[in-house]
């Protein structure tokens, strides 16, 4: 064979050189140098037979598009015979045809499972390779989904033959064999499966009238269903089991009868019972989509058939509008947690995939029953056919599958981009111009404007016929509920039974509460719930509970809001202000219903009150200089002050106003947290400049100390509550006692209790000889520390470390620790890594293994640690990379595991994981802060609470569940939702944690 023609400039073949100069998808200097190290390593893994079965332009457009993918070709270059040219969709019999050549007779679990999720990659490798030329999401999604009832049916063949020496062969009274089947439902079902996305299965089978035979090797017999059961839950392990390939498809069994809770698999007759009896209004929702994937797919039919007097109602079913309307919102609100303000949710957000899928779901139940050819599995299909009957305009059936392939499209691309089964779209330029790039618009700023106009069409119309469809039922039978409540509450003569259970319509739990604020609210002349103002029409007070009830805490929102009314001065000024302008109605009772911590700060602060709410004057950040220029117009501070004691007073005061001012526009959604750590470790700069400046005079010494950030203040990611790392620093020429006094001073001022509360709370751990050291070290002795005697811990210390005060000879001092610090254990990482680990044990012991976000297992620190610990041992050009100002020696943790990435000191899609995990750790930790008062341990104590079902500790965690933006939905609380991402994220953190500091890996890769 003759050797592949090659590219005189640097060994690499010409053809695929030719093709990474003009790739797309990568235009960023850190994009190209890691498109290209993912092309290098799958030529390296490739042999010349591989090389020339693929076209080495369309391997390098997805290599581009997907790490994960350029991953998988590294381990299976063989794989490359996928990229030689486009192939047609598959049908399921396709598929079946290509698993007999490529599983075979698996002889063992482990076996079927490794083949099946190399095939799945290699199946996905040609529809990504299709998508990204042809840009059709539809035969993506009917190839997946063949292609998984494909995998599902050799599963289920393979796990039936293997059991049946151990139980038999199952079989009906009359002697004939009993059979199965796997009903796809959701986007499998509906053959539109996205990239990375779950399946969702129903297990049932034919009877439960009969035994296994007992002619296995056991000699056992056994009920069928306790022989199925068995056999599924093999069949649901193999499918989604995580193992070094992944999994072949992540499977969810939630639609089965009584969900999670409920038997892994029924009977036919089984099944009919249920529904019959206790279905729900969403169960009827999902069985449009149903449709037998594996098995006996007669008994599938079947089974379809005979429930559908339960979907379709003979008679027209508008009401189940109403039931829809509020399964959307339910949706809507899981996916506001997931964005940032500026972000949209492909599939829950508002002009999104869903609402596309139940305007047609909407129509498609309430006419099913008359109208058997509405009954489609596929959207496509669907929305034609409502078309044909007229149930919609033609035009506006155009515009919702318009709208629908180009938003499955932007899923796929998104899912692509992140190696996820994410759907956010990014907030970030660079980003969103990779992701217009991706959907065929051009790579620059008018090709972003252009993908934006497109989305913003499609939203429009989409929400347009969704409101039209489905909103305005729900809305009004909504209406006339919440009315009738609201009547019930603010009548003191109903009957007492009656107004508690309309508070518990409304959403309020400690019922006798509020009624007793409701009745005292009444009662207050100039109160909006007062007889008179109700006679009048009682406006204001209507929004009052509207905004209320929407809240997270309702009980919490109307307390805050009637302590408001009670103390606020001009308070009928104020309630006209709320009356006409019901934004700043809704913003303030939000905050109320959101953050207890936030709430007793707002209603102590009448200036900030007025700020913030009533004209609206406050920014959402205050660059440093602004805080400086503000703490120094504070009365005290301002004249010098009459006492130290009021300078503190002062600065306390302004610390209050300052905290209060950011979780505001962080709980209105103006603020990410990066952002939130930014501003909270600029407003600690401003107070510790402060405080130190007057510190320096009181204490008479004009020798500069130099205090220096270290930790979370030192990379300016501090948290609502974080203690402040400092390392106090004199030059050679300073009175060492003087300098301690100073320090002492500066200490002393920002720790003690006064009325006010106390500012911070400090570590000044990280210093010669630890806690037991003096307060404050000599620069060079500090210098010559870290050049000798300094640990690991020490030397991750510096990593971070910032000038908050000092002169030039301070920060000089400061940028050669760091630049010492960055690859001081290059070729020793064995040493570095054992450092590392006793380090996070003695943290570990601290917590006891709770579920800390800081300390706990897979928390914040082990994130910390493992970028430490990289940036320790960075070697020859990333080493000069990071210290010539590279994102891999940022000080910046989420900044840092990008860079990283990008030098190949970690592995760059799982670097984004990982970074994805810490940035929803610091989220949570701020949260419970704000929200819950209480530092991130406390998520222990609801924890522990909901495992003994402590009803109070319980309802903690749903309200926090609620303020992270997560909903309740059918079958699932809101709790259940932010414990599993907890849970996911913590696994990536642990997972990453332990492949490069535990085992000593070279990368991310498992």
């Known amino acids: 064979m003759t050797d592949t023609p090659r590219d005189p400039s640097g060994g690499m073949p010409a053809a695929w050189a030719d093709a990474l100069a003009h790739a797309p998808f990568a235009h960023a200097p850190s994009e190209r140098t890691a ?74 679990e482990p076996t079927l499972g490794r083949r099946l999720r190399v095939a799945q990659k290699r199946a996905l490798l040609g529809v990504v390779a299709r998508e990204l030329v042809t840009g059709d999401p539809l035969a993506t999604g009917a190839d997946l989904a063949a292609f998984a009832g494909a995998a599902v049916e050799v599963a289920l063949a393979h796990h039936a033959r293997w059991l049946r020496p151990e139980l038999g062969t199952p079989l009906l009274d009359d002697g004939t064999p009993c059979t199965a089947v796997v009903l796809g439902m959701g986007r499998l079902g509906g053959g539109e499966l996205d990239l990375l996305g779950d399946i969702d299965l129903i297990f049932a089978y034919a009877s439960d009238a009969g035994r296994t035979d007992g002619a296995g090797g056991l000699g056992r017999e056994v009920d069928l269903h306790t022989y199925f059961s068995r056999l599924f839950a093999r069949v649901g392990s193999t499918l989604a089991t995580p193992t070094d390939e992944g999994v072949v498809f992540p499977v969810d069994l939630d639609k089965r009868p009584e969900g999670r809770t409920g038997p892994l698999t029924n009977s036919a007759a089984g099944l009919e019972r249920y529904y019959e009896s206790f279905g729900h209004p969403w169960e009827r929702l999902a069985w449009i989509k149903a449709r037998p994937v594996a098995g006996d797919l007669a008994l599938g039919e079947r089974i379809i058939r005979s429930l559908a007097p339960f979907v379709y109602r003979k008679s027209l079913d508008y009401g189940f509008a109403d039931e829809v309307a509020a399964m959307k919102g339910r949706h809507l609100a899981r996916g506001a947690r997931l964005v940032q303000k500026d972000g949209f949710h492909a599939a829950l957000g508002r002009g999104g995939i869903r609402e596309v899928e139940f305007a047609a779901w909407t129509l498609q139940l309430a006419w099913g029953g008359k109208l058997p050819d509405l009954r489609a599995t596929d959207t496509k299909t669907a929305l034609s056919r409502l078309a044909l009957a007229g149930l919609v305009e033609a035009s506006e059936a155009d515009a919702l599958f318009s709208a629908y392939r180009f938003l499955r499209r932007l899923e796929h691309v998104l899912q692509l981009q992140d190696d996820r089964p994410t759907h956010v779209l990014p907030s970030e330029p660079g980003a969103r111009k990779r992701v217009a790039e991706m959907l065929g618009f051009t790579a620059d700023e008018g090709g972003v404007s252009a993908f934006e106009q497109a989305l913003a069409r499609h939203r429009q119309e989409v929400r347009a016929a969704f409101d039209g469809i489905v909103g305005q039922s729900g809305e009004r039978a909504a209406d006339h509920q919440r009315e009738a409540a609201f009547l019930l ?72 809001t009637e302590t408001l009314l009670r103390a606020i001065r001009h308070r009928r000024a104020a309630l006209d202000q709320l009356d006409q302008d019901p934004r700043r109605l809704r913003t303030l009772v939000s905050l109320f219903g959101t953050s207890h911590l936030l709430s007793r700060l707002l209603v102590r602060s009448p200036g900030l009150l007025d700020r913030l709410v009533f004209d609206g004057s406050e920014a959402p950040v205050h660059p440093r200089a602004e805080m400086t220029r503000r703490l120094a117009a504070e009365p005290r501070v301002e004249s010098g002050g009459r006492s130290w004691e ?43 400049t402060a405080v130190a400046e007057r510190g320096a005079d009181a204490a008479a010494g004009d020798d500069p100390l130099a205090v220096v950030a270290l930790g979370r203040l030192g990379a300016r990611e501090l948290g609502y509550g974080s203690p402040l790392e400092l390392l106090f620093v004199h030059g050679d020429g300073a009175d060492p006692h003087r300098a301690t006094r100073q320090a002492r001073r500066l200490v002393t001022g920002l720790c003690v209790a006064t009325p006010e509360g106390t500012l911070y709370e400090l570590d000044a751990r990280l210093r010669p000889s630890g806690g037991a050291g003096p307060l404050c070290v000599n620069a060079e002795r500090l210098l010559a520390w870290h050049r000798g005697e300094a640990g690991v811990a020490e030397r991750l210390g510096v990593l971070r470390a910032r000038v908050v005060v000092g002169d030039a000879a301070a920060h000089a001092l400061v940028d ?19 450092g590392v680990r006793a380090l996070r044990d003695r943290l570990l012991q601290a917590v006891a293994g709770a579920p800390d976000l800081r300390f706990g297992p897979g928390g914040l620190i082990e994130v910390e640690l493992l970028v430490a610990l990289r940036q320790l041992t960075l070697a020859g050009d990333a080493l000069a990379a990071a210290r010539a100002g590279h994102e891999a020696g940022s000080r910046h943790v ?11 000191a970690l592995d760059a899609g799982q670097a984004k994981a990982v970074a994805a995990a810490y940035r929803f750790l610091r989220e949570l930790d701020d949260r419970l802060f704000i929200v819950q008062d209480r530092p991130s341990a406390g998520l222990s104590l609801m924890l522990a609470g909901r495992q003994v079902e402590h009803p109070r500790r319980a309802a903690e965690l749903h309200r926090l569940a609620l303020r992270m933006g997560y909903g309740d939905t059918p079958g699932r609380s809101a709790a259940d939702d932010l414990l599993a991402d907890l849970e996911r994220h913590r696994e990536t953190v642990g997972a990453a944690y332990a492949a490069v500091v535990v085992a000593g890996a070279g990368g991310l890769e498992r």
Do not use: C, K, N
């Open 35 to 108: 498109l290209r190290f993912a092309v290098e390593r799958v030529l390296a893994a490739a042999d010349p037979a591989h090389l020339a079965a693929a076209d080495p332009g369309l391997a390098v457009r997805v290599l581009a598009a997907s790490d994960a993918l350029g991953r998988f070709l590294a381990r299976h270059p063989d794989a490359l015979a996928e990229l030689g040219a486009l192939r047609p969709v598959r049908d399921r019999d396709a598929w079946l045809a290509v698993l007999g050549a490529s599983v075979g007779d698996a002889p063992d």
């Open 489 to 560: 509450v603010v009548d003191p003569d109903a009957a007492s039974e009656a107004r508690l259970d309309a508070l518990r319509d409304l959403g309020f739990a400690d019922v006798a509460a509020t009624v007793r604020r409701f009745d005292a609210l009444m009662r207050r002349p100039d109160s909006p719930f007062h007889p008179l103002a109700l006679a009048r029409g009682g406006g204001l007070a209507r929004r009052l509970v509207d905004a209320v009830t929407a809240t997270p805490d309702p009980d919490a929102a109307l307390g805050h």
């Open 646 to 688: 009021e300078l503190l007073g002062a600065a306390r005061r302004f610390h209050q106003a300052e905290t209060l001012r950011v979780g505001f526009f962080d709980l209105a959604g103006l603020l990410d947290t990066a952002a939130v750590g930014r501003q909270l470790s600029d407003l600690a700069d401003t107070i510790i």
């Open 816 to 834: 050669t620790l760091r630049g010492e610090a960055l690859g001081a254990w290059a070729g020793r990482d064995d040493e570095a890594r054992e």
């Open 894 to 904: 989420g900044e840092a595991l990008v860079g990283l990435g990008a030098l190949g």
